[in-house]
Protein backbone atom coordinates (compact mmCIF):
# COMPACT_ATOMS: atom_id res chain seq x y z
CA UNK A 1 0.00 0.00 0.00
CA UNK A 2 2.46 2.77 0.62
CA UNK A 3 4.64 1.47 -2.83
CA UNK A 4 1.07 2.78 -4.08
CA UNK A 5 0.44 5.65 -2.34
CA UNK A 6 4.17 6.96 -3.14
CA UNK A 7 3.73 6.02 -6.49
CA UNK A 8 0.68 7.92 -7.23
CA UNK A 9 1.96 11.43 -5.24
CA UNK A 10 5.26 11.20 -7.29
CA UNK A 11 3.27 11.38 -10.18
CA UNK A 12 0.51 13.97 -9.01
CA UNK A 13 3.79 15.96 -8.11
CA UNK A 14 5.19 15.43 -11.68
CA UNK A 15 1.86 16.52 -13.22
CA UNK A 16 2.07 19.28 -10.82
CA UNK A 17 5.58 21.02 -11.75
CA UNK A 18 5.99 19.35 -15.18
CA UNK A 19 6.48 23.47 -16.03
CA UNK A 20 9.01 23.70 -13.74
CA UNK A 21 10.73 20.58 -14.70
CA UNK A 22 10.89 21.81 -18.60
CA UNK A 23 12.33 24.72 -17.74
CA UNK A 24 14.80 23.21 -15.54
CA UNK A 25 16.24 20.69 -18.63
CA UNK A 26 15.88 23.33 -20.83
CA UNK A 27 18.32 25.34 -18.76
CA UNK A 28 20.79 22.19 -19.05
CA UNK A 29 19.19 21.36 -22.69
CA UNK A 30 18.48 23.93 -25.07
CA UNK A 31 16.91 22.70 -28.53
CA UNK A 32 14.46 20.05 -27.14
CA UNK A 33 11.58 18.83 -28.96
CA UNK A 34 8.34 17.57 -27.07
CA UNK A 35 9.64 14.21 -28.15
CA UNK A 36 12.28 15.02 -26.13
CA UNK A 37 10.55 16.06 -23.07
CA UNK A 38 8.44 12.64 -22.97
CA UNK A 39 11.56 10.62 -23.18
CA UNK A 40 13.65 12.73 -20.25
CA UNK A 41 10.62 12.63 -18.19
CA UNK A 42 10.48 8.48 -19.10
CA UNK A 43 14.03 8.01 -18.51
CA UNK A 44 14.70 10.41 -15.48
CA UNK A 45 11.47 9.28 -13.58
CA UNK A 46 10.16 5.88 -15.27
CA UNK A 47 6.80 8.06 -15.67
CA UNK A 48 5.23 7.93 -19.32
CA UNK A 49 3.42 11.10 -19.98
CA UNK A 50 0.79 11.45 -22.83
CA UNK A 51 2.21 13.85 -26.06
CA UNK A 52 -1.14 15.50 -25.84
CA UNK A 53 -0.17 16.65 -22.19
CA UNK A 54 3.10 17.87 -23.34
CA UNK A 55 2.57 19.58 -26.27
CA UNK A 56 -0.35 21.48 -24.48
CA UNK A 57 1.99 22.30 -21.66
CA UNK A 58 4.47 23.49 -24.09
CA UNK A 59 2.28 25.69 -26.38
CA UNK A 60 1.01 27.10 -22.69
CA UNK A 61 4.53 28.12 -21.99
CA UNK A 62 5.44 29.23 -25.30
CA UNK A 63 2.25 31.95 -25.18
CA UNK A 64 3.29 33.04 -21.32
CA UNK A 65 6.45 34.11 -23.07
CA UNK A 66 8.77 30.94 -21.00
CA UNK A 67 9.84 29.05 -23.96
CA UNK A 68 10.57 29.61 -27.76
CA UNK A 69 9.47 27.28 -30.41
CA UNK A 70 11.08 26.73 -33.57
CA UNK A 71 10.61 24.32 -36.53
CA UNK A 72 13.98 22.88 -37.81
CA UNK A 73 14.02 19.82 -39.79
CA UNK A 74 10.37 19.28 -39.71
CA UNK A 75 10.18 19.01 -35.75
CA UNK A 76 9.54 22.13 -33.21
CA UNK A 77 12.19 22.60 -31.03
CA UNK A 78 12.10 24.85 -27.64
CA UNK A 79 14.51 27.10 -25.23
CA UNK A 80 14.29 28.85 -22.88
CA UNK A 81 13.31 33.04 -23.15
CA UNK A 82 14.83 35.15 -21.13
CA UNK A 83 11.68 35.01 -18.88
CA UNK A 84 11.73 31.56 -18.43
CA UNK A 85 15.83 31.73 -17.42
CA UNK A 86 14.71 33.90 -14.89
CA UNK A 87 11.88 32.23 -13.86
CA UNK A 88 13.81 28.76 -13.19
CA UNK A 89 16.43 30.86 -11.48
CA UNK A 90 13.62 32.41 -9.14
CA UNK A 91 12.24 29.40 -8.48
CA UNK A 92 15.83 27.51 -7.31
CA UNK A 93 16.53 29.99 -4.96
CA UNK A 94 13.42 29.91 -3.42
CA UNK A 95 13.79 26.09 -2.93
CA UNK A 96 13.91 26.41 0.83
CA UNK A 97 10.70 28.04 1.21
CA UNK A 98 9.29 25.79 -0.71
CA UNK A 99 10.51 22.97 1.22
CA UNK A 100 9.81 24.51 4.38
CA UNK A 101 6.24 25.26 2.80
CA UNK A 102 5.51 21.39 1.83
CA UNK A 103 6.89 20.53 5.56
CA UNK A 104 4.17 22.75 7.18
CA UNK A 105 1.59 21.28 4.77
CA UNK A 106 2.12 17.98 5.92
CA UNK A 107 2.36 18.53 9.46
CA UNK A 108 -1.15 20.75 9.36
CA UNK A 109 -3.54 19.98 12.04
Not at 5 to 30: C, P, Q, S, V, Y
Not at 39 to 58: A, M, Q, R, V
Request: aromatic share 10%; proline share 0%.
Amino acid sequence: MEREILTGMNERLLKTFMDMLILAELRNNDNMSGYDVIEYIHKEFDFLISSGTIYSLLYSMERDGLIEGEWINRKRVYTLTDKGKETIKTIQNASRHIQNFTARLLQAK
